[in-house]
C-alpha cells in the first residue's frame, strides 16, 4: 500500500499553507493577462488546491490516474463547478475548458519515466490552457557534479489530526545522480487512533529530475509555451532568481503561446 491510497489522509498532510496559497494568487495576478476565473490540475490527488479556488467561484478541473483520489476530489467539489477526470497526465481529456490557468505544484511530474513523456504532457496541458494562459509547474532540479550518496531530510510534518487519530509523514533523500536524472525518495508514515490505517507505512521511490538544459529542452521540443518566471522554492517568498546554481525545488511559469506549424 502507498500513502496514495489513502486520500483522507494525503488530504490533511498537504492542504496548501497561508503563504504558499498566497504565493500562487500573487503569481497568477502578476503573469496572467487578464483576471482568471478558471484553474485545472492535472495531477490533482485529492483536489486540495483545486478546492479554495472553487469556494472563491471559480471553474476547476482535475485529473489523476488514482481512482481513490478523483473519487474523494469529486465528493468534496461537488457543490462547485468542477470536472474530475481519471486518466494519465500524458493524455488529459477534460470536455470543458480552455483554462485560463493550470497548476501542478508537488513535482508530480517527476513521477513520468523520461523527457519524450514529459513533452507529452506539457502538450497535452497546452492543449486545454487557453492562449496566454500559464502553468505553474513544480519541478525538482539537479545540476551536481557527481552521485550524492548521503541521506538528507526533505520534510518532517507535526502530528496531524484525522478523524478521532492523528498520523506524521516524514520524507527523506537518500540519493540524487545527475547521470541518471534520479533523485531516490523514501517516505514514512506513522498513525496513531485509526483502524483502517497501517500504523506504520514505508515506501520508496524514484523522481525524474531536471538540469536547466533538460528542462528547456523539453520546453522546446514540447512547443506552444514561453518560460516567464523560476521561483525557488527553497527560499523565503519564492524569489525568481531562474535557474541559477545551486536551486533544486523550484517553480517555473509557463505561458501559452501558439504552437508553430
Known sequence: MSLYDYPELYAALFAPDPEMWDGVRGWL?????????????????????LLP???????????????????????????????????????????????????????????????????????????HVRLGGIYLLGITVLDLPRRQEWPEALFESDPVAVGQGTVTVKYTSLWRDPALRRERIALELHSRGLPTVPSGLHEQYDLLTFAPADFRRCLAQAGGWHLLAVHDMTLDDFPDHGFHPGCRGVTVVLRAVGVKG
Request: with cysteine; glycine share 10%; proline share 8%.
Open 29 to 49: 495576478g502578476r503573469y496572467l493577462d487578464e483576471p482568471p476565473r478558471s484553474i485545472l490540475d492535472p495531477a490533482c490527488g485529492p483536489g486540495n488546491w
Open 53 to 127: 479556488f472553487a469556494e472563491r467561484g471559480w471553474r476547476v478541473g482535475g485529473n489523476d490516474r488514482n481512482p481513490a483520489m478523483c473519487a474523494y476530489a469529486r465528493q468534496i467539489l461537488a457543490p462547485f463547478d468542477a470536472e474530475i477526470t481519471q486518466g494519465d497526465m500524458r493524455e488529459l481529456a477534460f470536455g470543458s475548458g480552455p483554462f485560463d490557468a493550470a497548476i501542478n505544484l508537488d513535482a508530480s511530474v517527476g513521477h513520468l519515466p523520461n523527457d519524450d513523456a514529459v513533452i507529452r504532457h506539457l502538450r497535452s496541458v497546452h492543449a
